[in-house]
T-cell receptor, first 110, second 115 residues
């Protein structure tokens, strides 16, 4: 019940395309769903997050879509750029308990 | 200067050796964490501490120990390193008072190789 599933494991997108990463969870106690972005040689950093009382949150080119009934959420990167190439982790939390997905390595080709 | 600093950044050691990874932070956060990152497994929690007198086991604490020397310092020890502890280790901090999100702030990682 603590597991967060994430797909795909890796993703290659052309510059200007849309990148989509999907996550699913089981534990309905989770109340905060952040996405972290990690560049090579760096630690993960918070990118965008959503609470389950909204279905979508947009920040610039990054959008989280959240489906509470299906217990699924996804990250959409519009107009993907080579600088977006990184590993993305979804997570689900309650209190200070963070459960991370296995990560998606995104490569955006110029 | 980084807000969360980990030392060493890279370490190669042999099976059976004792290893300590150190973490210090200037963010003033009470909560500190140690995570392990392995390809395809994401970030898994080893230990966490909500204040100097509080230490808690995480998902994968076997073979590890920690010490919270001060609010700003949290060390991870491998008493007798084994090859399957080869991984990238991250220290993180959080402050749940900051907007209620409990965002994690990560260091840049310590890559450990056990031969």
């Amino acid at each position: 019940q603590q597991q967060v599933k994430q797909s795909p494991q890796s993703l290659i997108v052309q510059k200007g395309g849309i990148s989509i990463i999907n996550c699913a969870y089981e534990n309905t106690a989770f109340d905060y769903f952040p996405w972290y972005q990690q560049f090579p040689g760096k630690g993960p950093a918070l990118l965008i997050a959503i609470r389950p009382d909204v279905s979508e949150k947009k920040e610039g080119r990054f959008t989280i879509s959240f489906n509470k009934s299906a217990k699924q959420f996804s990250l959409h990167i519009m107009d993907s750029q080579p600088g977006d190439s990184a590993t993305y982790f979804c997570a689900a939390t309650y209190g200070q308990n963070f459960v991370f997905g296995p990560g998606t390595r995104l490569s955006v080709l110029p | 200067d980084a807000d969360v600093t980990q030392t060493p950044r890279n370490r190669i050691t042999k099976t059976g050796k004792r290893i300590m990874l150190e973490c210090s932070q200037t963010k003033g956060h009470d909560r500190m964490y140690w995570y392990r990152q392995d390809p395809g497994l994401g970030l898994r929690l080893i230990y966490y501490s909500f204040d100097v007198k509080d230490i808690n086991k995480g998902e994968i604490s076997d073979g590890y120990s920690v010490s919270r020397q001060a609010q700003a310092k949290f060390s991870l020890s491998l008493e007798s390193a084994i090859p399957n502890q080869t991984a990238l280790y991250f220290c993180a901090t959080s402050d749940p008072r900051a907007g209620g999100t409990g965002e994690l702030f990560f260091g840049e990682g310590s890559r450990l190789t056990v031969l």
